[in-house]
């Protein structure tokens, strides 16, 4: 069974600071890797999709990587906003779609 | 516990028929989300709705695609003079709550993907 995890639960920190978000999942067998940003009220937005061939993918001040052998990936954000203050969700695609718990960043002016 | 159903998981239409998707949430649950992945694309949201009310449906096309969630009965998504374009896999989910509480949880149903010749 796909179990995901996510460190750090919760993240604070100045504006304008680089920092990452780790996501662990236990079963290599996936076809994707996806983050997504949840926002009080909203759908899932989805931000990043990796496919089980690709390493990292980028847009924008977001760069997320994967490594599958090791079942883990980042997301990096550089610069970071107030604006980006949200939960931060990954989510790995095998059978199901299986999310992580998520990181929960606030970004303080 | 079941979780949640979505049928039929396949469906071919011809350009201009409509497709109907339906969503069954899981026992309990009153907040269905839809969601599009196209090929090669990641998750888009499309609409989320209560019982009986829409609540977001930013994510929704402005023509030819509409959602409900009735007292009774499962979410229906349906698009009507499906284009080839709508080719994708639509995949439901649903929640306990709603999405005002940050981290609800929200369980993906397996999805349909529906193919438009």
């Known amino acids: 069974k796909q179990e995901v995890t996510q460190i750090p639960a919760a993240l604070s920190v100045p504006e304008g600071e680089n920092l990452v978000l780790n996501c662990s999942f236990t079963d290599s067998a996936i076809y994707n890797l996806q983050w997504f940003r949840q926002d009080p009220g909203k759908g899932l937005t989805s931000l990043l999709l990796i496919q089980s061939s690709q390493r990292e993918q980028t847009s924008g001040r977001l760069n997320a990587s994967l490594d599958k052998s090791s079942g883990r990936s980042t997301l990096y954000i550089a610069a970071s906003q107030p604006g980006d203050s949200a939960t931060y969700l990954c989510?790995?695609?095998?059978?199901?779609?299986?999310f992580g718990p998520g990181t929960r960043l606030s970004v303080l002016p | 516990n079941a979780g949640v159903m979505q049928n039929p998981r396949h469906l071919v239409r011809r350009r201009g028929q409509e497709a109907r998707l339906r969503c069954s949430p899981m026992?309990?649950?009153?907040?269905v989300y839809w969601y599009r992945q196209l090929p090669e694309e990641g998750l888009k949201f499309m609409v989320y709705?209560?019982?009986?009310?829409?609540?977001?449906e930013s994510g929704m096309p402005k023509e030819r695609f509409s959602a409900e969630f009735p007292k009774e009965g499962p979410s229906i998504l349906r698009i009507q003079q499906v284009v080839r374009g709508d080719s994708a896999a639509y995949f439901c989910?649903?929640?306990?709550?709603?999405?005002?509480?940050?981290?609800?949880?929200?369980?993906f149903g397996p999805g349909t993907r529906l193919l438009v010749l």
């Open positions: 989510a790995v695609y095998g059978q199901n779609f299986v």
């Open positions: 709705l209560q019982k009986e009310n829409i609540i977001d």
């Open positions: 026992k309990g649950h009153s907040h």
């Open positions: 989910a649903s929640s306990h709550s709603g999405t005002g509480t940050v981290q609800e949880t929200q369980y």
